[in-house]
């Protein structure tokens, strides 16, 4: 069966002052999101984990265990962790950390939690 992991950032620590981000975004609407990518994974018939991460080591820490509990066929990296300019060194400290932990995963990236399943679907099963 195929197993995809979502990573992202815990919405309760995002900052939301911050201008790079979409106005009007908060907690709960993230949130919403990260709900329907995991019914929507669930719908594929995929085992569709979540690994939400605090911007810190402690968040590093937990994906690695994450990591290291199964093989995922593909990890999608949440924009909240990739897009804000102020997150840049955190964003590469989550990219070598899959790298160590899933090398052979492949790796995608959604627009918006809620097309997390089509952000992996167009690497499952490519060779």
């Not at 009007?24 to 709900?35: N, S």
């Not at 990591?67 to 102020?86: E, F, H, Q, S, T």
Request: glycine share 8%; proline share 7%.
């Amino acid at each position: 069966m195929t197993r995809v992991l979502f990573v992202g950032q815990k919405p309760e620590t995002v900052d939301f002052s911050d201008p790079s981000l979409p106005p009007g975004f908060d907690a709960e609407k993230i949130q919403a999101g990260i709900d329907i990518a995991k019914a929507t994974m669930s719908e594929r018939g995929w085992n569709g984990d979540l690994c939400m991460i605090a911007p810190d080591d402690s968040g590093i820490a937990m994906l690695a265990a994450q990591l290291a509990k199964a093989n995922y066929d593909c990890i999608v990296i949440g924009g909240g962790l990739r897009l804000p300019p102020k997150s840049l060194v955190f964003f590469e400290r989550v990219v070598n950390a899959i790298h160590q932990g899933a090398p052979k995963a492949a790796l995608a990236f959604n627009t918006r939690p809620q097309d997390t399943a089509e952000a992996a679907a167009r690497w499952i099963g490519v060779d």
